[in-house]
């Protein structure tokens, strides 16, 4: 059978239509597919990294900004770190990296070397400055299963395309650097 080429261009566009659909699906999922699991309140841990965990209130602006996520803030401190843990039950753009957050309260910030933990737990940092305030904020998310992340749009992207099932912890240390 001869095709003529304006057939064979038909045949190829059809097929480059269809192959780009397949790779598009992962992002068209519905709403109850990228639900992971049921609601529920979160048990804030104890203790963090060996250390008791003081609950801090959060400020009305931190209220403000945390309204409409999908899942629960608390904020902490150990006595010499404050701690903002987040708790997510399905893959979300609110939640932000700790450096957008720093920035936009005015903060100058500077990208800092992976850290690795004592657990060998890899954290994404940064350093930030203010009116003389210096800060070094590390920052990762983790599931129950034993995936981390030392940034969020790396989780972001793994939780879309179901590499990961939530919920997810996200786990923020500041601490006042010389």
Known sequence: ???DSSRRAVYLWLGIVFHLGIAAMPFFRTASEVQSAPVSTPEWPQ???GRPLIPLTLTAEERGFHRGFPGQVARFTDGSREIVMRWIH???RRLHPAADCLKAVGYQVTPKPIRMDAERRHWGCVSAQRQGKRLHVCER???AHGNSWSDVSSWYWAAILGKTSGPWWA???AEASG
Do not use: G, K, N
């Open 1 to 3: 059978m001869h095709v």
């Open 47 to 49: 203790q963090f990294e």
């Open 90 to 92: 399905r893959p979300s």
């Open 141 to 143: 998310i983790y599931d």
């Open 171 to 173: 786990s923020t240390l």
